[in-house]
C-alpha cells in the first residue's frame, strides 16, 4: 500500500469546528495522537513515571510516527530510567498498539485510572482527559474530521457514552485530572495495577515509504 495514499493528519490537528454549550463536533482524532505523553506507574517505586519519545529526534511528519519513535521512560521521583526501542520485522519497524489500561510501549500500569460504573475509566495524560470530557459532557454529538475508522471517539465503549451514566463518567474524569497533578507512590489508584488487558501485539509496520496497519 502507498502510504502517501492514506496519510495521516498533521501532528498538530487544525481548530476543530466550532462548538456551543452542549454540543460536540469529532475532528476525528485518533488515540495515537494523545501518545505524545504517558503518565504510568513507575516500576520501580511505584510512583508516577512519565514515557515520551527520546529527546533530540527530529520533528514527526506523522502524528502516528509517534508509535514508532524511541520511548524513554523516566521517574522524577525514585531517578528509574528505561528505554523502548520499535522491534523489527523483515525491513520493518514494529511500531506500538496503543489502547487498554497499559502503556504502549513498556506496557507498564497507566497512572490516570479510576474504577468507574464497575469498569476502569483511562486516561493517558490531561490532554487527553479534556478531550474526553468535552465529549462526554456534550449532550449532542456531531462527527466532523475526515470520517476515519480509526477515529478514538466513535470506538469509545459503550458504557462511557450512555447518557445515563454521564454524570458518573465525568466525576471519574475530574478524579483522573487530579491524579495528573499527583506523583507519590502513596497517591496511586487502587485502579492502577496489572491487568493484561493491553492492545494485540502485532503492531504496525513502518517502512520508508510510511507507516501502514499490518493485517487484521
Not at 103 to 116: G, T
Not at 184 to 212: I, M, N, T
Request: hydrophobic share 35%; aromatic share 8%; glycine share 12%.
Amino acid at each position: 500500500m502507498n502510504a502517501d495514499a492514506t496519510a495521516d493528519p498533521p501532528p498538530v490537528p487544525g481548530q476543530a469546528p466550532a462548538t456551543s454549550p452542549g454540543r460536540h463536533v469529532d475532528a476525528g482524532r485518533w488515540l495515537a495522537q494523545f501518545s505524545g505523553l504517558v503518565l504510568v506507574v513507575c516500576p520501580r517505586c511505584g510512583g508516577r513515571a512519565q514515557v515520551v519519545p527520546r529527546p533530540g529526534l527530529p520533528e514527526i511528519r506523522y502524528f502516528s510516527e509517534l508509535l514508532f519513535q524511541p520511548r524513554r521512560l523516566a521517574c522524577g521521583r525514585c531517578g528509574a530510567v528505561a528505554k523502548w526501542q520499535a522491534g523489527m520485522r523483515g525491513t520493518g519497524l514494529v511500531g506500538a498498539r496503543p489502547g487498554g489500561t497499559e502503556d504502549p510501549f513498556f506496557h507498564r500500569p497507566l497512572w490516570l485510572q479510576a474504577r468507574c460504573t464497575g469498569r476502569v475509566l483511562w486516561a493517558y495524560n490531561e490532554e487527553h482527559v479534556d478531550h474526553l470530557s468535552a465529549y462526554i459532557r456534550a449532550t449532542l454529538r456531531e462527527r466532523g474530521g475526515s470520517g476515519s475508522t480509526l477515529a478514538m471517539l466513535p470506538r469509545l465503549p459503550r458504557w462511557m457514552k450512555a447518557s445515563r451514566n454521564r454524570s458518573e463518567v465525568l466525576t471519574g474524569l475530574e478524579t483522573l485530572r487530579g491524579l495528573a497533578g499527583r506523583s507519590a507512590p502513596a497517591d496511586r489508584s487502587d485502579a492502577a495495577h496489572e491487568r493484561g488487558d493491553r492492545a494485540r501485539s502485532s503492531g504496525a509496520l513502518y517502512f520508508r515509504g510510511g507507516p501502514y496497519e499490518d493485517g487484521p
